[in-house]
């Protein structure tokens, strides 16, 4: 590992939305069961794709190892990839919550979806 030029940002990615959570948003997301669900529909779409298009035996998109940490999920998949998936969905749904409050519709939480 001698550079964290992808990691770093994946990690502070991941970071400023569960801060943004818990100090700005505060709608309760990671307690609900339909977010951890919603999470593991995007994982069963994201490790296939994802796997495709970085498996080491014929990758379609290829990492600088020099900007990674080296380590790989199911079909060579970076961690780091997750870790910007886990970020970029969390942060749209908690846009969303946000413009449904401001715009004075339901909420999965007021409609009791879970």
Same mark, same amino acid.
């Given at each position: 590992?001698?550079?964290? %030029? !992808?990691?770093?940002?994946?990690?502070?990615?991941?970071?400023?939305? $569960?801060?943004?959570?818990?100090? &700005?948003?505060?709608? %309760? *997301?990671?307690?609900?069961?339909? !977010?951890?669900?919603?999470?593991?529909?995007? *994982?069963?779409?994201? $490790?296939?794709? /994802? %796997?495709?298009?970085?498996?080491?035996?014929?990758?379609?998109?290829? !990492?600088?190892?020099?900007?990674?940490?080296?380590?790989?999920?199911?079909?060579? $998949?970076?961690?780091?990839?997750?870790?910007?998936? &886990?970020?970029?969905?969390?942060?749209?749904?908690?846009?969303?919550?946000?413009?449904?409050?401001? %715009?004075? #519709?339901?909420?999965?939480? #007021?409609? /009791? $979806?879970?």
């Amino acid at each position: 590992m001698t550079g964290l %030029g !992808y990691t770093v940002p994946a990690v502070a990615a991941v970071a400023t939305v $569960i801060a943004a959570e818990f100090v &700005f948003f505060r709608t %309760g *997301l990671f307690r609900r069961p339909a !977010y951890w669900t919603s999470m593991l529909i995007v *994982l069963a779409f994201q $490790i296939p794709v /994802d %796997g495709w298009l970085t498996k080491l035996s014929a990758p379609v998109v290829e !990492y600088s190892s020099r900007q990674m940490t080296g380590v790989r999920g199911p079909l060579d $998949i970076p961690v780091e990839d997750f870790l910007f998936g &886990f970020a970029l969905v969390t942060a749209a749904l908690l846009l969303w919550e946000r413009q449904a409050r401001r %715009g004075g #519709e339901a909420t999965a939480e #007021e409609t /009791d $979806i879970r």
